[in-house]
């Protein structure tokens, strides 16, 4: 990077943080700590629910996703608008009319004080090794682009958050979301201009649009039922629904946002602009990867994208080897590009015959360009190991880095910066919730001051800040349990949701059956998992297990609830 | 929490949406501009394969 995109870079980065002090300023009780005082408006709102859910992985792994495996990963959010009706009908009345500060608080008010506490515990467990990672992957990557430590990474991102988080706490965080996402919008669109108008004379947005879908990367839709497809329309449109309902119904980082909303409408409206805004958003973010795909038929893409890993291949044993792959690479690369021209020329002429035999010139030469690249990908994990040889996550950021212009690089970092400190601040705020009013002034201390109270929820905001740095800079040492982290994460969603739908519709549950239902269906979940990942004897794709932890813990408690005598408390919080 | 404030909240929950006059037609507007949305990426993705 250039001195221009450090200035850019630097400084987006200090008004993020002057602005959340400014923002969070004269907070002095938890309702203000934590709940903003109920005072935020819909937009607030909707721009906080998007800047938390998208983290920076959504905008470095995203295009590099639809540069590898084409558009059909938007088939994931289908599920979402479906959610956000639901949960503007049934989960912000509820939540708003109970004054609750926690989603969990609602279950001691429904249920007891054993499920409250057990959904809160399931929650601190999934979100802080989330919160870890959410600071972790964006900053192994930039350390990788940008050459830097990843203690120093970690440290500016982690430190800037903790900053405007303890000072202002949701009030700081919602605001800076805001601006945070502006911020990633225009950064983004320019971004996506950019590309475009970089793609080599006589080549048009449509031409480019007809190579993209050529070659299999406009794949938005995909009606085939297959559980073992990750993404398709139905796996979308039902798991998509049950992890959105999950996310944004049972998890505090997502709940505290619309908690803050001025009224049931502000928060309603913020939901509702969500799941108008979110599908397109990340169609957006798609096309663009595509795009990127598509400018790299035209000019060489490096042969693997990590630029650590390669440069470790051209110093290691194999630099001979990789070196004639290079050569190998790039003659095979210019027959690819020629015969990519003659395609879109003999397209224009509407002869099938020629189109045909361009198409098949063009397919014969990527092929062998893929084989070259699956030789280089084989040698870097003979040298490094298979974790090295994933280099979606470089892709975008190394064509930002290498093609992009001044200035407009460093404000495509300062996006990936701010979707880092968005996401992360609205984990720390929920967690220091959670860790503050359902653990600590519930079972710890209940007869503390307010005072008392906002100097612990500070502490603990601080103190979940220090850990996710920590989690980040000693995570490279975690091997492969990184990767396992992130999946451990979406094991806990459909038992969260099972316990609130249970609480929401089914009035004659009681507290000890959810209770027993949520063991259960954790236990299940979990040994589905084993019998995944560790003993590789069955295949579903992960989105399914928030259906089945969802489904066993409504099941079990059922079937529970006819042997059990316990009371079913407040049925009137239920719908 | 008093009970004028949880009627308010009561109250403000029955109140019409700024757009679309009612909550049940703005909940069917989003999930009508979903359907939309899914249309019209099976087409484009149709019209460049």
């Known amino acids: ?575 | 929490m008093s009970e004028p404030l949880l009627k308010n909240i009561i109250d403000d929950a029955e109140s019409d949406p700024p757009i679309f006059k009612t909550w049940k037609r703005l909940y069917a507007a989003v999930l009508f501009n979903l359907a939309l949305l899914v249309v019209l990426f099976y087409f484009f993705g149709k019209a460049f394969q």
């Open chain 1, 1 to 575: 990077m250039r001195t221009l995109d450090w200035v850019v870079l630097f400084l987006t980065l200090l008004s993020i943080v002057i602005y959340g002090i400014y923002k969070g300023k004269g907070t002095r009780t938890i309702r203000g700590f934590f709940l903003a005082d109920k005072s935020m408006k819909w937009y607030t709102v909707a721009l906080s629910i998007m800047a938390t859910q998208a983290s920076a992985i959504t905008f470095t792994s995203t295009p590099g996703q639809a540069y590898v495996d084409g558009m059909r990963f938007v088939q994931f959010y289908f599920g979402l608008p479906i959610a956000m009706v639901i949960l503007s009908i049934t989960a912000v009345p509820i939540f708003h009319k109970l004054n609750v500060y926690t989603a969990y608080e609602y279950l001691e008010y429904r249920f007891d004080l054993k499920t409250r506490t057990l959904t809160s515990f399931l929650f601190l467990i999934q979100r802080g090794l989330a919160a870890g990672m959410t600071i972790y992957a964006p900053s192994i990557v930039l350390s990788v682009i940008l050459g830097w430590d990843i203690r120093i990474t970690s440290s500016v991102i982690g430190g800037a958050i903790i900053i405007y988080t303890t000072s202002g706490g949701v009030k700081a965080v919602n605001w800076t979301d805001f601006q945070q996402m502006l911020i990633i919008m225009f950064g983004m669109i320019m971004a996506f201009i950019m590309t475009i108008v970089l793609l080599p004379s006589g080549v048009s947005f449509t031409d480019a649009l007809h190579v993209a879908g050529g070659m299999g990367k406009l794949n938005l839709i995909d009606f085939s039922f297959d559980l073992n497809n990750r993404y398709n329309f139905w796996s979308g449109i039902i798991g998509g629904m049950f992890v959105a309902l999950a996310y944004f119904g049972c998890d505090q980082s997502q709940v505290q946002r619309y908690l803050t909303g001025q009224s049931i409408t502000q928060s309603r409206l913020g939901l509702l602009f969500n799941g108008i805004a979110k599908v397109p958003m990340q169609f957006f973010i798609l096309l663009l990867g595509a795009m990127v795909f598509v400018f790299y038929q035209y000019v060489q893409p490096p042969l693997f994208f990590n630029p650590v890993e390669t440069r470790k291949i051209q110093e290691g044993a194999y630099a001979e080897a990789y070196e004639q792959l290079e050569s190998k690479y790039a003659e095979v690369f210019e027959e690819k590009s020629k015969s990519l021209r003659e395609y879109i020329d003999v397209k224009s002429s509407g002869d099938p015959v020629s189109i045909a035999q361009a198409q098949a010139n063009f397919q014969t030469a990527d092929n062998r360009a893929n084989e070259i690249r699956g030789e280089a990908v084989h040698m870097i994990k003979a040298q490094s190991g298979s974790l090295a040889t994933n280099d979606t996550n470089y892709i975008f950021l190394s064509f930002v880095i290498k093609y992009l212009p001044l200035g407009l690089v460093g404000l495509v970092f300062a996006c990936i910066f701010a979707a880092t400190m968005s996401s992360t601040s609205g984990e720390l705020s929920a967690l220091a919730t959670c860790s503050v009013v359902d653990i600590y002034k519930r079972h710890i201390k209940t007869d503390g001051d307010e005072p008392h109270y906002l100097m612990i929820s500070r502490l603990a905001m601080a103190s979940w800040g220090i850990y996710g740095i920590l989690f980040a800079q000693f995570a490279s040492g975690l091997g492969s349990l990184v990767e396992a982290v992130n999946i451990l994460g979406s094991l806990f969603y459909g038992t969260l949701l099972g316990i609130f739908l249970l609480g929401f519709y089914f009035k004659w549950i009681g507290g000890t059956a959810t209770f027993l239902g949520a063991v259960i269906s954790e236990a299940i979940v979990l040994t589905l998992f084993l019998l995944e990942y560790g003993f590789k004897s069955i295949t579903v794709a992960w989105l399914w297990y928030p259906v089945v932890g969802c489904g066993v813990v409504i099941i079990a408690a059922m079937v529970l609830n006819t042997f059990l005598t316990g009371t079913n408390k407040q049925k009137s919080f239920a719908i």
